[in-house]
């Protein structure tokens, strides 16, 4: 299949720590520079740099449009879907403290919750808008 | 406990049900349904806000529980919740218009897409007018920009893309200025919050940072505004835009743009500091009337009434800014009076128009010759709205103009007096074009015969076209909430 051994190695060896990063970016954001947007950034690039790789039809067989494009909704209601629960636990739209009893860890849970949500809208964007380019996302209208 | 929340919700309904709108792409009309009850449901919380705050004053509405000046605050006065109801109400008529138009103008596996991104849009324009923060309004001013280069694009005309593609380009042009704009008042005061703003802008005035920032914010504002000779954008992106979408961003987009210049001018950085210090009164008022003049004979010589209509709309830009360089409480009541008789106005001419494109498939003056005859409601309605651009005494137009001249008499400026009345001439011609083809010529030889727009289309076009004539006669809500908007504007942050 492909001739390019050194790069099939190499992001082999780097798509997991990039992930890996990811990870850590998002999950680190509130107490040093990152959080959802710059962790989402990174995600999608381990999957670009996959899919330019190994092939575009490789990366959709094992994420296909259909659940990124749902998953970038889901992420904008779950971001959402916070603020509204914390309005109805008696705050204003956002105001994390009153989600738990104890309003540190609420305050933490919040900000978790939140980020998550802009991480995975932000990377299946991403990926969305690399699916677009690379024009496959509607076979069937190639022609226009 | 539903009250407290009234200005998050505004907001928050549409851009909760836009990414709800993505899992519905099957079922095209149910998006359409959901699209409808947001944007009613929008329109009572504006309702409730606007009473809340006549009745109350303003309302501040810190998100996150942080207070302002630190958080992000909503803040609702008579101005901004004037503004508010304008475009939800918009919005809220559209929407039966909407169903029919937009099945015939958008493929079917888009419709739902097109509905999320009306919502974005929407949600977008309530932002920038509900949001006390700069830095929020640049960011609501983005999220409404690329929903509707979106929505643009999906005209059937393939120019709707070259359309789209240049709105963009002006329009982040033209948010970048702001963000720089907002960028150098944050760098001299260290806030955001408008109100805060405002008062810490007086100590640092007489710098050419702050003047640097007046610079930037004014152009970048007027190109969104389409400010002649700024407006470049416009009557493409009018044009070949999907007609519910030139109904839609017509009687909403520019008149949001209106008001976040007003806010700047007259809340932020003052009265005397915009008319006294700087002479924004003499740049204005120029391109204002340059902005009356030329775009309005321009229009009269459009093959294209989509296009002619645009073209208006930016003569229309140019009365609401002539009657802000007043600076005087007759010229703002005249500003914030045409804000919203030019929307319903011209929402009733847009509706009308995709109407008669619905049934005849062309925006032509020609292919609309002798319509009048199969479309005797349609055009009827047309003619009512035409009358109110014009400003035909007992329509919402005239109201406006009228207040326009006393503003102008006011300031001693005679000339604009007249030349009030003789650019109202102008739209009488262009206006008169399409009413003559369709009234007086015969349908050309060939032309497939036409049934009257169906009740879809045709409730809404009428609920705006009488409106249009039951706001000039019967003027205590839009004159009072004018006047009250007015003196707040005047008073700048209370």
Known sequence: MNPHIVLRV?????????????????????YSPGGGFQAGIIFAAALILYALIFGLETVQRAVPPGAVHALAGLGALLYMSIGIWSMLAGGNFLEYKVLLADAQRAEILGIILIELGVGVTVATVAITLFYSFAGRMRPEQDGG | ??????????????????????????????????????????????????????AGGPISYAHGGWEPPYGIEYRVDTVNAFVLLIISGISAIVMPFARDSVEQEVPRDRIAWFYTAFLLANAGLLGIAITGDAFNIFVFFEISAIASYALIAMGRDRRALLASFTYLIMGTIGTTFLLIGIGFLYMMT??????????????????????????????????????????????????????????????TATKVAIYVLLRFFYSVFGVEFSFGVLPMGYVLMPLALLGILIPSIVATFQADVKRMLAYSSVAQVGYIILGFSFASTLGLMAAMLHLFNHAITKA????????????????????????????????????????????????????????LLLAALEAGLWPIAVFLLATSL????????VVEAAYFRERPAGAVPVREAHPALLLPTWALALASVVFGIHTALPIGAAARAAELLLGGYP
Request: net charge neutral; charged share 10%.
């Open chain 2, 190 to 251: 260290g806030t955001l919050n408008l109100a805060d703003l405002a008062e810490r802008l007086p100590a640092v005035h007489d710098t050419s940072t702050i003047r640097a920032a007046f610079a930037f914010i004014a152009v970048g504002v007027s190109l969104k505004l389409a400010l002649f000779p700024l407006h470049l954008w416009l009557p493409n992106a009018y044009t070949y835009a999907p007609s519910m979408v030139t109904v839609f961003l017509a009687a």
């Open chain 2, 348 to 403: 009733a001419l847009f509706m009308a128009l995709g109407a008669i494109v619905y049934r005849i498939g062309s925006p032509r003056i020609d292919a609309m010759a002798g319509i009048a005859r199969d479309m005797p409601w349609t055009m009827a309605a047309f003619v009512v709205g035409g009358l109110s651009l014009i400003g035909v005494p007992l329509t919402a137009g005239f109201i406006t103009k009228w207040h």
């Open chain 2, 1 to 54: 406990m539903i009250e407290h929340h009234l200005p998050a919700l505004q907001v928050l309904l549409p851009l909760f049900a836009a990414p709800l709108l993505m899992f519905l792409v099957r079922w095209p009309t149910l998006a359409w349904a959901v699209t409808t009850a947001v944007c009613w449901a929008a329109l009572l919380v504006s309702a409730l806000l606007l009473e809340a705050v006549w």
């Open chain 1, 10 to 30: 190499g992001a082999k060896l780097l798509i997991p720590v990039i992930v890996l990063f990811g990870l850590y970016v998002q999950f680190h954001g509130e």
């Open chain 2, 426 to 433: 102008i739209a009488l011609i262009y206006i008169g074009r």
